[in-house]
Nanobody, 120 residues
């Protein structure tokens, strides 16, 4: 069983920046982030594969968010710049044992979630 430990998040004004981190306790093929607001499903935000560092971003965050990895630490990072109020959500670190589509239903492991709040 792989455990994911998140850190970062918090409150910031619109236009500001935050960085999320997620450390995995074991080897996995891909890691990334989802976010969720009350009453809505979790949506994929960004994903990176651990071997090739191939990345994927949701259209809503392209150009503003950057996902990166440190394989030596088994840790990924999500640098969030130019934050908007609509980025406010609970952010969940996620991991898969295989490559492929980044959908919530296909995720093998979840972190506990960290709140990001962006005020206007």
């Amino acid at each position: 069983q792989v455990q994911l430990v998140e850190s970062g998040g918090g409150s910031v004004q619109a236009g500001g920046s935050l960085r999320l981190s997620c450390a995995a306790s074991g080897n996995i093929a891909s890691m990334g982030w989802f976010r969720q607001t009350p009453g809505n499903e979790r949506e994929g935000v960004a994903r990176i594969t651990t071997v090739s560092a191939s990345t994927w971003y949701a259209d809503s965050v392209k150009g503003r968010f950057t996902i990166s990895r440190d394989n030596a630490k088994n840790t990924i990072y999500l640098q969030m710049n130019s934050l908007k109020p609509e980025d406010t959500a609970m952010y969940y670190c996620a991991a898969k044992r295989t490559w492929g589509s980044w959908y919530a239903a296909r995720i093998d492991y979840w972190g506990q979630g960290t709140q990001v709040t962006v005020s206007s």
